[in-house]
């Protein structure tokens, strides 16, 4: 959804998984991402992209320590690990 452009109901689903309160559920999330797409192809369609630059123009903390969450960067993050995933 976030990667979409469709940023409240995205943004509302990370929230959903907590990651404010515990990150390490978030990493698990991940981690069962990636396991079940592992050798499926998955489309990457251009909105996705489209979103993901716009999102990271406005991003003005440190765009490339992927590690660090703060409030700000947090939803560009998780939609630079998914575009990057596929």
Not at 24 to 30: A, E, F, I, R, V
Not at 45 to 65: D, F, K
Request: charged content about 20%.
């Amino acid at each position: 959804m976030l990667c979409r452009g469709e940023q409240a109901v995205g943004r509302a689903y990370l929230d959903m998984l907590g990651w404010r309160e515990s990150p390490t559920k978030l990493d698990g999330c991940w981690r069962q991402i990636k396991i079940s797409l592992h050798g499926i192809a998955v489309a990457r369609l251009p909105v996705y992209t489209a979103t993901y630059q716009e999102i990271r123009a406005a991003i003005t903390c440190l765009r490339n320590n992927i590690g660090r969450r703060c409030k700000l960067c947090f939803y560009f993050r998780q939609m630079q690990k998914f575009v990057y995933m596929i």
